[in-house]
């Protein structure tokens, strides 16, 4: 089976500093996998992550995504992409706190238009209902407690209808009972068909992930 991620000799370095965030990673993620990143700060989690999404791009290497090779992209056609294969998800949150929760979700099908726009309204409610919020989707972000935030951040994520999620430490802001719920959440959405990666220092990720990535100075370490 051909991945749907493909990291080939990706090195990752960055201008004040001699050492490689990314050191010639070479990384297969399969289609509908749950793939849980850990290790230590600094060893290159985030990073790894922000190249899967476009957001930084390799120093050398290939980062292959669904047959397109990342660094053969224009910035313009790379946000294009990044708005339609990937929903990303953050530690916190980044609603934008002016708009109400469901106004949030539809902000993210304006920037593609990959939702006709008489349906982005339906589809928004249809998502917060998906992630158990539907009840907070006219209010303000800031009235809502840590764990509904991220779940309507989860929402917005799903607006476009990505194939993967990408998760930058989605639990790190939240109690032990609502990132487990979080975590929860994520697989149960790895069970729709989803491929998801997350970055996290949660120790419960084990029960969710079907696939640990251990990296430690921007390289896979291989268990014994």
Not at 23 to 38: M, N, Q
Not at 47 to 59: E, F, H, Q, S, V
């Amino acid at each position: 089976m051909t991945p749907i991620i493909r990291l080939r000799d990706v090195v990752k370095t960055y201008d004040l500093s001699a050492t490689a965030a990314i050191d010639h990673l070479d990384l297969d993620i399969a289609e509908g996998e749950f793939v849980a990143v850990v290790g230590r700060s600094g060893s290159g989690k985030t990073t790894l992550l922000n190249l899967l999404a476009g957001i930084d791009r390799p120093t050398s290497g290939q980062i292959t995504v669904r047959d397109t090779e990342l660094g053969a992209l224009p910035e313009s056609a790379l946000a294009e992409w990044r708005g339609r294969t990937v929903g990303l998800v953050f530690q916190f949150f980044q609603l934008l706190p002016t708009l109400t929760v469901a106004e949030n979700v539809v902000l993210a099908m304006d920037f593609v238009a990959a939702v006709p726009k008489s349906r982005r309204r339906d589809r928004a409610w249809e998502l917060l209902s998906r992630v158990g919020i539907e009840d907070q989707a006219n209010k303000l972000p800031a009235t809502l407690s840590g764990g509904q935030q991220q779940r309507a951040a989860i929402a917005r994520a799903l607006a476009n209808d990505p194939p993967i999620l990408l998760g930058d430490e989605p639990t790190g802001n939240l109690d032990s009972a609502t990132a487990a719920a979080v975590l929860k959440l994520f697989a149960e959405l790895n069970a729709d068909g989803r491929t998801v990666v997350l970055v996290t220092h949660e120790q419960e990720v084990q029960d969710f992930a079907g696939r640990q990535v251990l990296l430690a100075d921007g390289r896979q370490v291989v268990a014994p």
